[in-house]
């Protein structure tokens, strides 16, 4: 293997873990949104697009970690 492809292999790693760190810090923002809404007043929309965003999310997150687990075998 040469120093090309461990640099190549290297990049590859780095990038997906900064993209899981993104996703994971847009789920615990949506959290947070989800903590401090008032549902008195929020419409019933806003709440269903807060939470389809945070669906979509977790499946984003889920098939990024069975990526990196079919990736090891």
Do not use: H, N
């Not at 709440?47 to 970690?65: M, S």
Request: aromatic share 6%; with cysteine; charged share 15%.
């Amino acid at each position: 293997m040469s120093a090309y492809e461990r640099f190549e292999q290297l990049v590859v790693i780095a990038l997906s873990l900064i993209i899981a760190v993104v996703i994971l810090i847009a789920l615990l923002a949506l959290s947070r949104k989800f903590v401090i809404l008032d549902t008195l007043t929020t419409p019933t929309s806003t709440i269903a697009a807060l939470g389809f965003a945070t669906l979509v999310l977790g499946v984003v997150c889920w098939l990024l970690g069975k990526r990196d687990l079919s990736a090891q075998d």
